[in-house]
């Protein structure tokens, strides 16, 4: 499936889509209660609830929300953009969950997974409708843990500085988080499993 080393890539996606990705989000969480969302984390062995938030962070729930056409289209941009890090020669994305944050000024993720399993075929995406434009010192830095090379610690070993239309596609279970940013920032955001539809037979 993916590769068997820690792995995230990005691409931009065009101004124009993002802009009418927030306006459908924006009348889709409208009719949708935000969620509580739980602010526990155990380093030593383990997180308690599905996120670790931190800061003033409001999130809604969409995986009953969406139309086809709202996340087809970004399926498809993944699967044309993440052929070279899946194994597979014919592969689909089978959405599981997908969410909204909108984090307002100052506000920032600790560091968390989003699947604590070693799953390959479990992908994560994250991507950046608005991000802060006024203070460059707090601009909401995206950072992923990977391993060293030695397979033992984690180190920050990846950091992006993300604008608006910044797609980020990563492994569920990598560990990664955001630094505070000086303004409001918002992402859409989806969990994939890959299914391979790869014919053997004609290989």
């Known amino acids: 499936m ?35 969302l739980e602010e526990q984390i155990n380093f030593s062995g383990g997180r308690k609830g599905y996120l670790t938030p931190r800061g003033n962070i409001t999130q809604w729930s969409l995986k009953d929300s969406l139309d086809e056409e709202f996340y087809n289209y970004i399926k498809n941009q993944i699967i044309k953009k993440c052929s070279s890090e899946i194994e597979y020669k014919d592969f689909d994305l089978i959405l599981t969950n997908s969410w909204t944050i909108i984090g307002k000024k100052n506000s920032y ?82 969990e994939f499993i890959i299914e391979d539809k790869t014919d053997y037979t004609s290989i």
Request: charged share 25%; glycine share 4%; with cysteine.
């Open 109 to 190: 993720h600790v560091v968390h997974q989003h699947s604590k399993y070693y799953m390959e075929d479990r992908i994560s995406v994250v991507v950046y409708l608005e991000t802060p434009t006024s203070n460059h010192n707090l601009p909401g830095t995206f950072y992923a843990m990977l391993k060293e090379d030695s397979g033992i610690k984690y180190i920050r070993k990846k950091s992006i500085i993300p604008s608006v239309g910044t797609v980020i596609v990563m492994p569920a279970y990598l560990w990664h988080g955001a630094l505070p940013a000086a303004g409001k920032r918002q992402t859409l955001n989806f």
């Open 2 to 36: 993916c590769d068997k080393k820690d792995w995230l890539f990005t691409y931009q996606e065009d101004k124009k889509i993002i802009n009418k990705l927030k306006k459908k989000l924006k009348k889709i969480i409208s009719n949708i209660e935000p969620e509580k």
